[in-house]
């Protein structure tokens, strides 16, 4: 018997009420007691043994978690990490999403990594693994997915699922955890007709777990197929966009993304390959469409509706510093706009938008089924009230045959490396008729929340409720009812303090957030781009759902296998000690 599982079964017959055979320390903080994860420095670690174990079980998959930056620096610890070619592309590349997310630890907001080990002209500086785990299996197969899973279950350590890396609250990043990439699951096939269980015999797709926004929307095309998924072109579609709910440009006249999901195929907590759909697991099923990320399941590929090619028209507004620099002229164009929202979506439209102080960017109004002709004259009631309010601006028109010639066109790459803290609000299309003015002008503060902030918001004009027959999910009933969608940021530089972070996470939840809860009383938030520190944000991103979903986490993964913050199921977790150790409430 090798001394630490020698040690493990004493302190387990010790406390014989405890299940988990691999028991973490115990902490305290701010009077709470806690039992953690292991981490590299308990006793209760994996040997290294047993980690070249597990490199064996996924066929040499397993690798030293190493920042992406590390290429610039001599040392990542004892490890010589330091190759001049690729710390040149590294630093020419940063801030570009696809090389981000082609990477097998990297996260796109250094905000959630601590902004360690970032690209440097100084390889003698020191590289931290600052809050990015401790080992990654770069998996390519199902069975090095279910390796890493039982691995992390049966060491107690902290598992990190992460596909691109996208997120924007770092729920694919942790501090000394064991990760797992499914970049590399891209297959991808067609059917003209579904056989499957549930009530849909048209065309549908099976798409793997790492494939990307636009690649999934490139795919399509080339089978005259749209498909609901993000605006963003490197956003996974199968990994967090589909669990949080997922809307998009199409999403107004076909329904979020979770709504069109035929079937998953996921590997549970305790290690079972399964497949959830209405005939089987149809609880899993159930709570996969919008339940939360890495929560019930390691999703493997999903089989999804696909609808016919469509045309679509797209408009661009700017009103900006370069039109006018009077606030109230440019508080006016943004309210005359914004409060249309329900106008919009009665005409199947979605709209993203980003506003700051003086910049106002529409692109695009996403016209399905419209040429120019028609966009014109369902935007007519906006171009007439900012004319004959004198707003300035600029716009264009175009019209495309179909949907993938118009993305490619009219949306635009965005860009990684950026810092902030993140919130964010639905408001319903009640909320704007009774609110709308105080909806425009909570979101006008948010552009300077206090006299040393600044803000950045990005918004999503989309109603899912339009026209879309109501599909039983997880998803969060007022979703239906949706008319705006908007995610707020903090700006920050990343180099802040531990205390200025807490502060603008606080001014995030109790300035800007508070204000847009006032403002729409009728909404709700957005599991994927909202506050970590949501109020009552069981009720806030589930609404009635919540009870149903806490059940079906406790069925399928009672141990905490899983964790993200502010998913199902989590209420007794908490990342502690200065945003390191998972640990679990005790007392
Ligand atoms: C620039 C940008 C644009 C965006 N645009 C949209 C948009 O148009 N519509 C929209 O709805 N959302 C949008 N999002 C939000 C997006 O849906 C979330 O960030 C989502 O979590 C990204 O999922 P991912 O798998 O790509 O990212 P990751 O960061 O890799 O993972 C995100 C979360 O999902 C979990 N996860 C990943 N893969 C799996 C899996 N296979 N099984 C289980 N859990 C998994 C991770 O553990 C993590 O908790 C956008 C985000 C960004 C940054
Ligand atoms: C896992 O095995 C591969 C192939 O043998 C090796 O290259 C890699 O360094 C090993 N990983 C770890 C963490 O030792
Ligand atoms: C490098 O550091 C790791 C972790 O600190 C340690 O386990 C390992 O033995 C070290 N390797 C060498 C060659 O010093
Ligand atoms: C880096 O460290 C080495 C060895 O300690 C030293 O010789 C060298 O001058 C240092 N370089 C810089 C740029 O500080
Ligand atoms: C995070 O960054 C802060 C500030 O640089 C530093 O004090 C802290 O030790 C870092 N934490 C980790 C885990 O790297
Ligand atoms: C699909 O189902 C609909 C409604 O149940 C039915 O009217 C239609 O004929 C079916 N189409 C095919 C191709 O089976
Ligand atoms: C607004 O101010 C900027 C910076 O001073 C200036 O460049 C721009 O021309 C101004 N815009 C207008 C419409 O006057
Ligand atoms: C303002 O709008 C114009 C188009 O009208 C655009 O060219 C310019 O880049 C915009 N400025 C900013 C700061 O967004
Ligand atoms: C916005 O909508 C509200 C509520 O419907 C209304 O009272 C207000 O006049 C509208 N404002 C503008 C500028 O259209
Ligand atoms: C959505 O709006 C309809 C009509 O106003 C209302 O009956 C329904 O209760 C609303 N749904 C939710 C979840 O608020």
Redesign the pocket.
């Known amino acids: 018997m090798a001394p630490t599982s020698f040690f493990v079964s004493l302190f387990a017959v010790a406390n014989c009420v405890l299940a988990a055979p691999w028991i973490g320390e115990i902490k305290e903080e701010n009077g709470v007691t806690y039992q953690c994860k292991c981490y590299e420095d308990n006793s209760c670690w994996p040997t290294g043994a047993e980690w070249a174990t597990l490199n064996t079980t996924v066929s040499g998959a397993l690798q030293v978690a190493v920042p992406p930056g590390a290429v610039c620096y001599n040392r990542l610890g004892n490890i010589s990490t330091f190759d001049a070619g690729k710390c040149a592309e590294v630093q020419s590349k940063w801030t570009d999403e696809q090389f981000q997310t082609d990477q097998t630890i990297a996260n796109l907001w250094p905000f959630y990594t601590n902004n360690t080990c970032l690209p440097t002209n100084s390889p003698n500086a020191t590289c931290t693994r600052g809050f990015y785990g401790q080992y990654v299996i770069v998996a390519t197969t199902k069975e090095h997915i279910k390796a890493g899973i039982d691995f992390a279950r049966t060491h107690n350590l902290r598992l990190i699922i992460r596909n691109t890396g996208h997120d924007f609250m770092g729920r694919s990043t942790g501090w000394g955890s064991l990760i797992i990439n499914t970049h590399s699951f891209k297959e991808t096939s067609f059917v003209e007709k579904y056989t499957g269980p549930g009530n849909w015999n048209g065309s549908a797709a099976t798409v793997g777990a790492g494939v990307q926004g636009r690649e999934l929307f490139r795919k399509a095309f080339a089978q005259k197929k749209v498909i609901v998924g993000g605006e963003c072109p490197t956003v996974g579609w199968a990994g967090g966009y589909i669990q949080g709910g997922g809307h998009g440009p199409l999403t107004t006249i076909h329904g979020m993304g979770a709504d069109n999901v035929l079937s998953f195929d996921a590997i549970t907590a305790k290690g079972e390959y399964v497949t959830a759909n209405v005939a089987e697991n149809s609880d899993l099923f159930w709570a996969l469409k919008g339940g939360g990320p890495s929560t019930f399941a390691v999703v493997t590929s999903i089989t999804v509706k696909t609808f016919p090619e469509l045309p679509v028209a797209g408009t661009i507004i700017n009103i900006n510093s370069t039109h006018t620099n009077d606030t109230k002229v440019f508080a006016e164009g943004f309210r005359i706009f914004h409060n249309l929202s329900n106008h919009y979506v009665d005409n199947g439209m979605f709209v993203y938008f980003e506003l700051q102080t003086l910049r106002l960017h529409i692109q695009p109004f996403v016209g399905p089924n419209m040429d120019a002709k028609k966009i014109k004259k369902v935007l007519k009631p906006l171009f007439d009230q900012l004319d004959a309010k004198k707003i300035p601006y600029d716009t264009v028109t175009k019209e495309f045959s179909t949907f993938f010639e118009f993305y490619i066109d009219m949306f635009e790459d965005e860009t990684a490396g950026n810092n902030a803290v993140v919130g964010g609000r639905l408001f319903?299309?009640?909320d704007i008729a009774e609110n709308g003015d105080a909806v425009v002008d909570a979101l006008i503060m948010a552009n300077a929340p206090t006299s040393d902030t600044l803000g950045f918001s990005v918004g999503h004009i989309v109603g899912p409720g339009h026209g879309v027959p109501v599909v039983d999910n997880a998803i969060h009933?007022?979703w239906?009812?949706a008319s705006s969608f908007v995610i707020t940021n903090i700006l920050m530089n990343g180099d802040e303090s531990w205390e200025v972070k807490q502060l603008r996470a606080d001014q995030q939840t109790n300035i800007v957030g508070a204000a847009l809860r006032k403002a729409g009383p009728?909404g709700a938030t957005y599991v994927n781009e909202g506050d970590l520190y949501e109020p009552n944000w069981q009720e806030s991103y589930w609404?009635s759902n919540y009870p149903k979903l806490l059940e079906i986490r406790k069925k399928y993964d009672p141990e905490g296998v899983f964790y993200t913050q502010t998913t199902p199921g989590t209420e007794d977790w908490s990342v502690i000690d200065f945003g390191t150790k998972l640990c679990k409430k005790v007392s």
């Open positions: 319903t299309k009640k009933p007022k239906r009812n009728d609404g």
